[in-house]
C-alpha cells in the first residue's frame, strides 16, 4: 500500500532529494481547505503510479526550513523531484486528470 | 460511453449542492459536475456567518456538510470540467474533459471566478506572493508589509484574515470609499493593522523570484509610488463562469445567464442558478435558494414531458 508519507525537514534530504524514483511533494497546512481537497486525490495517485513514483507530504507549519528553501508562498503546492532537482511544480488545486498530465510529462 | 442521468448539475458551489440535494430527494437520478473545489468560492473563504441557522462556519465545512447531505440521498458526484453543451433528441449533452453526460434536464450552477488584475507581473508572480486567496496563502506572510486590492466584501474579510499574520495590510482601493458591508468597514476601520490607500490602482507587480512592491498611480492626481510589500492579494470582484456556453444561451452584456424567476433560461430543461445567473444577490443563502427553484422546477419539467 503506498500512501504518501509525511516527510519533515530533517528527513526531507534522505527521502525526496536522495530518493531513487521521481518523487512528488504536496505542501499542505491543515487550516487549508483546497489542500484538503487535493490530499484524497494525491493519495488515489499514490496507488497508480506505485512503483514509478514516490509520494510525500510536508506540513509547511511544521517544516518552514523546507517551504521557505522552495519559495512555497502559497498552498497548496505540488513540487515534482527528480535527482534531487524540482522538475514540475503546480500551485493550486487541479483537477486529477491535470495533475496526471504534469506526472507524466514528468516522467517522460 | 455517455452516462445517463435525469438531472446535470455543472458546477458545485452553494446553488449546485442546494440543487443536488432537492433534485435527489424529488428520486431524480442526479449528477454534480465539479472541475475543482466543492463548495467553489465558499471554500476559500475563511468563515461564513450570515447563513441562516449556522452562527459560524468554516466555508469549506459548511461546502462539505451540503456535500454529504446530498450524497446521502443520491446525489453522484463527478470531477471534472464541462466543456460544451449540446440539445440531442429532447434531451441534453454535457461535453467535459472526460466522459459525455446526458440529461432530461441540466442546472447550470457554474459561479463566478475572480477578476485578475491584468497587470504585468501578475501572472508570473502567482504563488509567489500574488494571491487570489488570503486564507491559503496569508500565512507565508507572518510579520510581512502586505497589499489587499480591493475595496468589497471579499477584501475586507480577506484583509482582516491577513492581519492575522501580516504586520501591515495596506487596502489599495481605486475610488475614495469602500462598497463592503457595513460591519465589515467597521471592522476593517477598527483594526490597528489596516491602512487605507484611497483613489489608487496598482498598475505593475514587483519582483523577480517573488514579490517585491507594487506599483501603484493615484487616480485622481496621477501621482506614482511604489508599495514596498511582500504580498499583493487580489480580490477585485468577479465574473460568471459562462464563456462555455456563448452562442447558446441568453446572457446580458457581463456573460450573466438570462433566467425568470423559475431560473428557466428559455431554452427546455435548461437552468441556470446562483452566480452565473442575471440579478443574483451573490450570497451563500440566496444561491441556495435559486439551486433548489431550479431542482424544483427541472423536477416538474421532467414530469411533464416525459413518461415515466
Known sequence: ?108 | MALEYDIVIVGGGPAGLAAGLYAARARRRTALLEKGVIGGQISLTETIENYPGIESIGGFDLAQAMLRQAESYGLETHYVAATGLEQADGKWVVRTDEEEFVAKAVIITAGADYNRLGVPGEERLTGRGVSYCATCDAAFFKDEEVAVVGGGDAAMDEGLFTSRYASKVYVVHRRDQLRASRILQERAFANPKMHFIWNTVVTEILGEEAVEGARLRNVVTGEESVLPVKAVFIFIGHHPNTDWLRGLVPMDNGGHIVVNEWMETGLPGLFAAGDVRRNAARQVVSSAGDGATAAIAADRYISEHFRE
Do not use: H
Open chain 1, 1 to 108: 500500500m503506498a500512501k504518501p508519507k509525511d516527510v519533515t525537514d530533517a528527513e526531507f534530504e534522505q527521502e525526496v532529494l536522495k530518493a531513487d524514483l521521481p518523487v512528488l511533494v504536496d505542501f499542505w497546512a491543515p487550516w487549508c481547505g483546497p489542500c484538503r481537497m487535493v490530499a484524497p486525490i494525491v493519495e488515489e495517485l499514490a496507488q497508480e503510479y506505485d512503483g514509478k513514483v514516490k509520494f510525500v507530504k510536508v506540513n509547511t507549519d511544521d517544516n518552514v526550513d523546507t517551504a521557505v528553501r522552495y519559495g512555497i508562498r502559497s498552498i497548496p503546492t505540488l513540487l515534482v523531484f527528480k535527482g534531487g532537482e524540482p522538475v514540475a511544480q503546480v500551485i493550486g488545486f487541479r483537477p486529477k486528470s491535470e495533475l496526471k498530465k504534469v506526472l507524466e510529462k514528468a516522467l517522460s
